[in-house]
C-alpha cells in the first residue's frame, strides 16, 4: 500500500527523541529538516547508543534481574560487524573507510562509533542533545489533544543525572529510540535459582580473561554466541555450546573441529547445586560458568500509554508497521524496533516518514485500517509458526521496500542486498574467517563506483 500525501498547512511541532544511538540521530536529523523543533535526551555522555563501548561493568546483579541495569551497550571488546560497512551507512552519509581508522571492511565497533560522531557532527545534531540526562516519565497531558488537528500532548520527566535535578516538559510529540539491547532475556532452566557458581548474561561480557581456565557452558547459538565462544575457547579450559540442535551452519562445525576443548550440546535440562550441568540427552559436566547469549527484552520503563502501548511476550504492540500506536499516532513514535534486517537504511525511512507526519505533509490511514493491517500480520505471523517473541524479527527486503513506499523513499539498492547476502552466506561457510576473506571482489568494486561511493560525505 502506497500512501498518497494530503497536504496540509506545513507544522512545525516541538519534539523529544529518546536515545542518541542511530536511530535517534536519523530521527533528529529528519525531523530538524522538516523545520521542527526537536530535543534529543541521552543517559550517557556521547552519542552512540548501543555502539558507545562501556567497558565497565558492575557485577553486584549478574543476571540483570533488577529494574536499573548498571549499562545500556551490550558491546563487548572484541565485536566487529557481522554485515560489511558498504551496506551500512544512511543514504547520503556513506560509511568510507577513512585514513588512520579502521579500514577494515567488516570493521570493530568503535570504527561505526566514529561513523555516527561524524554523522552528527556533519548535520549539526549535537546542539539538540542533552547528555548524561536520564527520562524517568512519558505520559499524556490529561489527554489533552491539539484543537486544530486532534494530536495529543507529552510530558516528558527528565533527570540530570550528575546534579539530579528533575525537569518536567510539555512536547508536541516523543520518538522512542532507546534501543533494545539493554534488558537481559533469560531461559527457564530448573534449578537456575540454585545454581551457586558463576552465571551472567552477554549484556555483561567484555573480554575472555576472566574466563581463563574455567569450564565455560555458552546458552544460545546466535551469532554473539558463536563469537564469544569462539573467543573463549582460546583462554577456557573447556567451551560448551548449548544449541537448540546439533544441526548448526558448516561454519560453525569447522570451528568446533579445529579445538579439542569446544564441544557442542543439546539444551539445557537442569542446574544441580554441586555445579553439575545436565543436558536434555542426559549427558552432564562440571561448569565454573555459564554465559547466556539468549538475547533481550523491549522494555519501556518510563512510558505510561495508560495501556494502549503494551509489550506482550517481547512484542510490542498494537504498533502500525512496527511504528505507530493507531491510537497514539502520529504524536507517539517508536524507530528502531524491528530486528534482522538492514538496520540503518531502514531507520532513516522510519524517521522520514514520521518527520513528514508530524509537519502535516503526509498522512497515515484511519484507525480501522491500521488495526486491520497489524491483525493480518499478526496472523500470518502466526500462521508462519514464528513465535510472538520474534514479532518483530525482520528477514525480508522486500518489507524494506514496502516500507519506503509509504513516504516515497527509494528501495534499498540492489548491491546493498547482494552484498549482505553475499557476507551472510560467507559466514555460514566460513564463521571464523568471513570478515578478513571474502570471494566477491567484482561485486565489491562495482559496489565502490556507485555514486553513493563517490559523491562528498558532507550535507
Known amino acids: ?25 536519523v530521527s533528529a536529523r529528519e525531523l530538524k529538516k522538516e523545520g521542527h523543533k526537536v530535543v ?24 540483570g534481574k533488577t529494574k536499573a541495569l548498571k549499562v545500556h551497550s551490550s558491546i563487548y571488546s572484541s565485536l566487529r560487524l557481522i554485515s560489511p560497512r558498504e551496506v551500512m551507512g544512511f543514504s547520503d552519509f556513506p560509511f568510507t573507510a577513512k585514513e588512520g581508522r579502521d579500514t577494515r571492511r567488516f570493521p570493530g565497533h568503535e570504527e561505526l562509533w566514529l561513523y555516527l560522531k561524524d554523522f552528527c557532527e556533519a548535520f549539526g545534531l549535537r546542539e539538540m542533545i542533552r547528555f548524561n540526562v536520564r527520562v524517568e516519565f ?12 486532534n494530536m495529543k500532548r507529552w510530558m516528558v520527566k527528565s533527570v540530570e543525572k550528575k546534579s539530579g535535578e528533575v525537569v518536567e516538559e510539555v512536547f508536541d510529540a516523543v520518538v522512542v529510540a532507546s534501543g533494545h539491547y539493554s534488558y537481559p532475556r533469560l531461559p527457564s532452566i530448573r534449578g537456575m535459582d540454585l545454581w551457586k557458581r558463576k552465571q551472567l548474561h552477554s ?27 569462539i573467543e573463549l575457547v582460546e583462554v577456557a ?26 564441544h557442542l550440546h543439546l539444551e539445557i535440562e537442569s542446574l544441580e547445586e554441586d555445579g553439575r550441568v545436565i543436558f536434555v540427552d542426559g549427558s552432564c559436566i562440571v561448569a565454573d560458568t555459564i554465559l547466556y547469549c539468549t538475547g533481550y527484552w523491549y522494555k519501556f520503563p518510563f512510558l505510561d500509554s495508560k495501556g494502549i502501548v503494551e509489550v506482550d511476550d517481547n512484542r510490542v504492540g498494537p504498533l502500525f508497521e512496527h511504528t505507530f500506536s493507531p491510537l497514539l499516532s502520529p ?21 522520514k516518514w514520521i518527520a513528514k507526519l508530524l509537519s502535516g505533509k503526509t498522512s497515515l490511514p484511519s484507525f480501522d485500517d491500521m488495526m486491520q493491517s497489524i491483525s493480518e500480520f499478526y496472523l500470518a505471523r502466526e500462521a508462519a509458526g514464528i513465535p510472538k517473541r520474534n514479532t518483530h524479527d525482520i528477514r525480508e527486503f522486500n518489507y524494506c521496500d514496502k ?29 571464523d574467517t568471513y570478515r578478513d576473506s571474502w570471494d566477491d ?8 563506483q556507485n555514486p553513493y561511493f563517490t559523491q562528498l560525505t558532507t550535507p
Open 1 to 25: 500500500m502506497v500512501l498518497v500525501s494530503e497536504p496540509i498547512k506545513s507544522q512545525s511541532r516541538t519534539v523529544c527523541v529518546i536515545g542518541a544511538g542511530p536511530s535517534g540521530l
Open 40 to 63: 534529543v535526551m541521552e543517559q550517557n555522555d556521547d552519542v552512540g547508543g548501543q555502539w558507545l563501548y562501556q567497558p565497565n561493568v558492575e557485577e553486584e546483579d549478574p543476571l
Open 138 to 149: 512519558v505520559g499524556m497531558v490529561n489527554d489533552h489533544k491539539d484543537v486544530d488537528d
Open 203 to 229: 549484556h555483561i561480557y567484555r573480554v575472555p580473561d576472566p574466563f581463563r581456565d574455567e569450564v565455560v557452558v555458552v546458552v544460545g547459538c546466535s551469532m554473539s554466541g558463536q563469537d564469544i565462544s
Open 237 to 262: 579450559k573447556e567451551v560448551h555450546l548449548s544449541a537448540k540442535s546439533l544441526d548448526v551452519a558448516p561454519g560453525l562445525s569447522k570451528v568446533i573441529s579445529k579445538h579439542h576443548n569446544f
Open 331 to 351: 504524536s507517539l513514535s517508536f524507530v528502531g524496533i524491528p530486528r534482522k534486517l538492514i538496520g540503518f537504511p531502514f531507520f532513516e525511512s522510519q524517521a
Open 403 to 431: 516500507y519506503a513506499d509509504y513516504i516515497g523513499f527509494p528501495h534499498l539498492e540492489e548491491w546493498r542486498k547482494e552484498l549482505c547476502m553475499s557476507a551472510l552466506l560467507n559466514s555460514i561457510e566460513n564463521l
Open 441 to 448: 571482489d567484482d561485486l565489491l568494486q562495482e559496489t565502490l
